[in-house]
């Protein structure tokens, strides 16, 4: 069933004011490739709608939102190890909490994430130290020009920090309909990141875990049901080994983390904060108080202004420390054409 001028404000974790022109929400492969076959997702523009935790929209989104509704998952045992198989619209921090509680560890550092799981691949979600793509065994996905589904193991996703297959070659191309993940009972704790160890006794449960990540973040990071936000706004940025090692002597307290594969990560919520923007605030939105990687909805703004403040942000750590900041939520409909004017 397609329904007709949607309001979608309370469906993106920004808060931003959408109606979206037609919306179809398949509960299973069956009706997704009914909508295919009935012509629907040839008609003009098209717009995924997972959880709406990544996702930034415009007032009016024109064409087709397709909002995957798969919501079953269940567990096949092998030995120590189970593969859990989840469909995309299984809300993902019910999902970590459900595992973990039952002492399967594998996606416990994962835990408070919004979304559901069919988008966590497209960004490859991340946090203290673990990323999907090192719980994921395979991904099943429905191609939108024919209908066709298609299986793809986890070395064929092009996995990188936030990136993926899904991003580029195949963005706007496909649907997720299912993960299949990987957990097990003989893992353990990934406390490496931060001060999670701290928190806990030497030898914690996934639960405990799990529940320590959740504390951490509800410290850090303000809840979207409060306060308008998409999670981190840019993403860190990775620069040459010298150009760290400049930075470094200049700031010496500066946070950085060098990669496997060359290059130093650094933190794009220190270099924001640096430039004295934590609290900031410019009409309906802000940079949050307590974490300066996150941008906040204080109600009432459009897209185009989050993107100008977002612009001003990114100007202000461009011209202090001469790194260019990436955004990190996609844009919905003709925001891509409308961001290039509110740039110029
Ligand atoms: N920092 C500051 N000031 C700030 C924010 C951060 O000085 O306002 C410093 C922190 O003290 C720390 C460093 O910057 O030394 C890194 O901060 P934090 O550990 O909070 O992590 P992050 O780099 O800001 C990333 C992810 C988060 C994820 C955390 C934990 C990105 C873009 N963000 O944030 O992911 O939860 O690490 O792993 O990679 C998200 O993607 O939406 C998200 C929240």
Redesign the pocket.
Known sequence: MIEHNVDLSASNTLGLACIAERVATPRCRAALSALVRDGHTGRGPLTLLSGGS?LILPERLPGLTLRPAMTQWWLEPRGNDAYVHVGAGVNWHGLVMALAERGWWGLE?LAL?PGHCGAAPV?N?????VELADALESLTLMHLDDGRFQRLGVDECDFG??ESLFKTELDGRVVITDLTLRVSRAGRARLG??DLASRLSPAPTPWQVAEAVCA??RE??PDPAELGN???F???PVVDGSRAQALRQAHPDM?HFALAEGGVKL????L???CGL?GWRSGHFGV?E?????IVHHGGGSAQELLAVAAQVAARVRDRFDIELER?PRLAGMLDVDERASLA
């Open positions: 990544n550092n994430i960004q979600i991340g946090a203290y130290g920090y936030r990141y931060g951490v973040r850090k990071l998409a999670g981190s840019f993403k860190n946070p933190a794009a919520g220190w924001i904060d640096q934590k949050h307590r974490q300066a990687l996150v990190e």
